[in-house]
């Protein structure tokens, strides 16, 4: 490349590899620069640089949330009073943890309208209630905030708010709003927040009537929720014909998922999708009708070994006569792959033992997360008051347990699968004096 003086190029590259060892941390990728035999710049010591990504299971310490921001709107605004009145644009709103850790305390979105002056005429969403400042009938830009999730926001979930904006009934026709929602939030762990920024489009004419250009909309959206590894992950295409005059068959519409996945299954009769290079090109042999929609619904495999969090899938219209407006020939839907989150993994025993006897002490780590957890896992364990351990025993292939101390114990698993609500059990032999002072024995663990 050949670079003016003073000018900076960006290039981002997407990396698939084979999936990441256990136990491996961090992936590490540098670059420098290749001068190919020409004569280098004087100073050699900002031309080699590295960057770091977490890879940290969701039981390691450093594990953290990261939040992802995706906004979706209609392809048009309305007019409910019909010609000469408002216009009413509506957007929704998507915040989801992509990390491996719960996202604790509030959340605030920072969101902008432009270029016309627009309304708040009303919000809402869920899980908890939202406040935006200002409030319904003002003018934004609005901070729009949602309290803290009761546990945290688990990876994989998702704030919503969805808002509905008025524009003077005097709004050039045709012309376009924009809403971007930015939330601020320190995805890489530097200790500096980044703007995380989703952003929709919302043309303002009146979808089959002369007033709207020739022009296809086409829109991607999530099938709701995370998709674990091992399902399948479902999206839908809308494609919307704006113009007055119906558009010709066939409609063609490009698929572009992120690589990784398993084949695009079409749900939707009447659709074909075929391989073109790491894509698919998806047909219906009908002409689509002035202001009128279709629907395709299809879903990739997620493989057990898909490496990252998130799971990016495009549509894609090419622009032509009867598609005069490129702004709105792409859009994106990401879905949230979940690292397998083992909220609360801990042991459970509730057993009543009688002074000198032997005693059996059953205990088990649940798994009370909303995913099946597969992976390394194990507890550390010490009866408090002292109560001297006489064995320990494992009843779940491949967890391995050992006695540490008189009355302190470990167990371990490299391969562990413990479903939603499911457990690996273990068993603790203890032995409890005649003279024991206690009424009660406790134990004191830790995760490792």
Aim: aromatic share 6%; with cysteine.
């Amino acid at each position: 490349m050949t670079l003016a003086p003073g000018e900076f190029r960006e290039l981002i590259i997407l990396v698939q590899g084979p999936p990441i060892a256990p136990g491996v941390t961090h992936v590490r990728n540098c670059a420098h620069i290749d001068w190919s035999g020409a004569p280098p710049d004087p100073n050699p010591h900002n031309e080699y640089d590295c960057a770091e990504i977490a890879n940290l299971p969701p039981w390691h310490p450093d594990a953290r949330p990261a939040v992802f921001v995706e906004k979706d709107a209609p392809p048009t605004c309305e007019r409910p009073g019909g010609p000469g009145t408002p216009w009413q644009c509506f957007y929704l709103v998507s915040i989801k943890n992509s990390g491996t850790a719960p996202l604790n305390g509030p959340v605030a979105a920072n969101d902008v309208l432009a270029p016309h002056a627009a309304t708040l005429l009303g919000f809402g969403g869920g899980p908890g209630v939202w406040a935006c400042v200002p409030g319904v009938g003002n003018v934004g830009p609005f901070t729009c905030t949602h309290p803290a999730v009761a546990g945290g926001l688990l990876p994989g979930d998702s704030l919503s708010l969805a808002m509905a904006v008025e524009l003077p009934a005097a709004t050039p026709v045709p012309s376009a709003e924009s809403n971007c929602a930015t939330v601020d939030f320190d995805n890489d762990g530097d200790g500096a927040t980044e703007p995380h920024e989703g952003c929709a489009f919302s043309l303002i004419c009146d979808a089959g009537s002369p007033n709207c250009p020739r022009d296809l909309a086409v829109g991607k959206l999530a099938g709701g929720g995370a998709c674990p590894k091992g399902a399948s992950c479902p999206f839908e295409i809308n494609i919307g014909n704006l113009a007055d005059v119906p558009y010709p068959a066939p409609l063609t519409v490009t698929d572009i998922p992120d690589p990784g996945v398993g084949a695009l299954n079409v749900l939707t009769p009447g659709w074909a999708c075929a391989p073109a290079g790491g894509n698919y090109t998806c047909t219906h042999p009908a002409p689509l009708g002035p202001g009128a929609w279709t629907w395709l619904n299809l879903e990739f495999p997620i493989p057990a070994g898909y490496v990252g969090n998130t799971f990016k899938n495009c549509a894609e219209v090419t622009p032509g006569p009867n598609n005069i407006f490129p702004f709105n020939d792409n859009d994106c839907a990401t879905a949230i792959v979940p690292q397998p989150l083992p909220a609360n993994l801990g042991p459970w025993s509730n057993t009543e033992c009688k002074k000198g006897a032997s005693c059996q002490l059953p205990a088990s780590i649940r798994n009370t997360g909303k995913q099946p957890f597969n992976g390394a896992a194990g507890v550390r364990g010490v009866l408090s008051p002292e109560l001297q351990i006489t064995s320990i025993t494992s009843k779940t292939a491949g967890l391995n347990c050992k006695k540490t101390g008189n009355a302190s114990y470990e167990c371990r698993g490299s391969r562990l699968s413990i479903k939603p609500d499911g457990a690996v059990e273990y068993e603790l032999t203890v032995n409890v004096p005649a003279d024991y002072p206690h009424s009660q024995v406790s134990q004191a663990t830790s995760r490792i």
